[in-house]
């Protein structure tokens, strides 16, 4: 049994919950009071409850993504039906906004909206201790981010076997990108790179070797994505029979030689790199706030597939303001002229 139980529907088994982790480690004297009951979307709701329930928790903390609401809400409403004592406190992007318009809202106790790390834990000891805050919808807390207790002590055997690990050297982003939730951040903060490396060092040593980087500017500070590459690349150098399979996002026109130098020494399979292109008309970047040199991200393509073994996966968005049917054409044409290996569509939400 828990008093606290952490959950959320993932879009596959093999990822891993981060979100989750770092509200595990984040509890500190309340840790061993939870635990982390994570499933998968298309499970039947019943099976969701009784797993949960079985915890005879008395909070539950649920992440909530686009990929999950609606499956989401119907968990949130059984689980209000069948345990109407239990508190049910909400966290993630899909609830961080707009929270008034959607039923999941209404059906919860409590709402985290932004950063989860330090409301969770202060909400949950409040809660333990037989207090109600008046507040339904909270604020979360954005603490410098060498203050936070960093998650990766939380994946266990079963997930550096099975599943990808997903770490993050910085958090945020940069860019004015008005499709999406990142653009609200406005700069992107820096995580300790010592303290990151020693996790690393750490996770390699328990055997992991599936790593995701779920930051969104991998390559904006260099000397950062220089000290990470090398990390990698130190261990494939020792032991090439075991090599990693390492994914970073990059941003397509920053890719200057330091870079190029260590990029073009991994083996094929160890290394993926996500671009997000969106799309190739200055007159749409212009209407969203993308700044991109289309030359220069052309330029950066094409050298990755002519002297690297990166596997490149390319996004394209169709829907945006602006870009009819030949302008999308027009920019898939050139994608495909430079010869990623995937091309991604989405569709703007």
Same mark, same amino acid.
């Given at each position: ?7 959320? %529907?993932? @879009? ?13 480690? &984040?509890? &500190? ?12 979307? &298309? ?12 915890? /005879? ?12 609401? *609606? ?58 201790? &037989?207090?109600?805050? @008046? ?11 060498? /203050? ?10 079963? =997930? ?41 060092? /750490? ?11 779920? =930051? ?9 994505? @220089?000290?990470?590459? #090398? ?18 996002? %990059?941003?397509? #026109? ?19 790199? *996500? ?19 289309? *030359? ?9 597939? /002519? ?16 870009? =009819? ?25």
């Amino acid at each position: 049994m828990s008093a606290i139980v952490l959950s959320t %529907l993932n @879009a596959r088994y093999a990822h891993a919950s981060l979100g989750l982790r770092y509200l595990l480690a &984040g509890l &500190g004297e309340l840790r061993p009071q939870a635990c982390l009951r994570e499933f998968v979307i &298309g499970s039947r709701t019943e099976e969701l409850v009784e797993a949960i329930l079985a915890e /005879q928790p008395q909070i539950l903390g649920l992440g909530v993504y686009i990929w999950n609401v *609606e499956e989401s809400t119907r968990l949130v409403a059984q689980l209000k039906l069948l345990a109407p004592e239990l508190i049910i406190v909400l966290g993630g992007p899909e609830v961080s906004y707009e929270i008034d318009d959607q039923r999941i809202g209404a059906l919860a106790d409590y709402v985290i909206t932004g950063w989860g790390e330090t409301s969770f834990a202060e909400l949950a000891r409040a809660l333990l201790a &037989g207090e109600r805050p @008046a507040e339904r919808i909270i604020a979360g807390k954005q603490p410098p981010l060498d /203050q936070l207790a960093l998650p990766y002590d939380e994946y266990d055997a079963t =997930d550096i076997a099975q599943r990808h690990l997903y770490v993050e050297a910085s958090r945020g982003c940069p860019f004015k990108c008005e499709f999406c939730l990142s653009s609200l951040d406005r700069t992107a903060w820096p995580f300790p790179l010592d303290a990151f490396l020693e996790q690393l060092r /750490q996770l390699w040593a328990r055997g992991a070797r599936q790593y995701k980087f779920v =930051d969104r500017t991998f390559n904006l500070k260099v000397d950062t994505s @220089a000290a990470i590459l #090398d990390f990698f690349l130190d261990r494939i150098a020792a032991d090439p029979a075991d090599p990693p399979f390492v994914h970073f996002e %990059l941003i397509p #026109d920053h890719l200057p030689e330091r870079l190029k130098q260590l990029i073009a020494r991994f083996p094929a399979g160890t290394l993926q790199f *996500e671009i997000g292109i969106q799309s190739f008309n200055p007159e749409v970047q212009a209407r969203i706030s993308r700044r991109q040199k289309n *030359e220069l991200a052309a330029t950066n393509l094409r050298w990755l597939r /002519q002297h690297s073994q990166a596997h490149l996966h390319v996004d394209l968005i169709a829907g945006l303001p602006g870009e =009819d049917i030949a302008s999308f054409a027009a920019g898939f044409d050139q994608l495909v002229a430079l010869g990623p290996q995937e091309i991604q569509f989405g569709i703007l939400k």
